[in-house]
């Protein structure tokens, strides 16, 4: 199936780990995105890539690296955890960074920071 | 810079019934205006959206919006509701400069049968 697809699922993990994220898309899209949902189910957009260079990076604190190896695949790397980064993370996919192509998402990966 | 707003945070409506869910928009050119609905644990599915022309515009399962320059409004409507359109639905503005969505904060729809 055509899809955006994240691992883990689930992740739960102890304050001060790092742990990644990984997103791939089979869509043969350019343009990759990571996006924050917060425990009120705000949507903040963290980072965009396209053809394998960031574009975007919304003030992130750089213990959040994303890593793009190659257009279909872009990993989230988030080093010394803290409470706070608690949320679900999503993975989207588009054809371009033109404003009309659509956004594919991920299923999501929930990550809980004890 | 832009930003969207979903006054309502719940909506709940019954099984059958019209549903309208709003969403208004501050954004300095032409926006590029989107509803997606999210489903318990799931991802978000795109239910339409609008670039130019006709200002009403047709999404999947039986979903429209209307986009309304004057009142920076983009609603979406249904007419008659499904239980299983319970969700959360998200109206977002997309942006050149890197294809950015801003979202709004949501509005949660629960139906009752």
Known sequence: ?114 | AQSVTQPDIHITVSEGASLELRCNYSYGATPYLFWYVQSPGQGLQLLLKYFSGDTLVQGIKGFEAEFKRSQSSFNLRKPSVHWSDAAEYFCAVGTGGGNKLTFGTGTQLKVEL
């Open chain 1, 1 to 114: 199936d055509t899809a955006v697809s994240q691992t883990p699922k689930y992740l739960v993990t102890q304050m001060g780990n790092d742990k990644s994220i990984k997103c791939e898309q089979n869509l043969g899209h350019d343009t990759m995105y990571w996006y924050k949902q917060d425990s009120k189910k705000f949507l903040k957009i963290m980072f965009s890539y396209n053809n394998k260079e960031l574009i975007i990076n919304e003030t992130v604190p750089n213990r959040f690296s994303p890593k793009s190896p190659d257009k279909a695949h872009l990993n989230l790397h988030i080093n010394s955890l803290e409470l706070g980064d608690s949320a679900v993370y999503f993975c989207a996919s588009s054809r371009g960074t033109r404003a009309d192509n659509e956004q594919f998402f991920g299923p999501g990966t929930r990550l809980t920071v004890l």
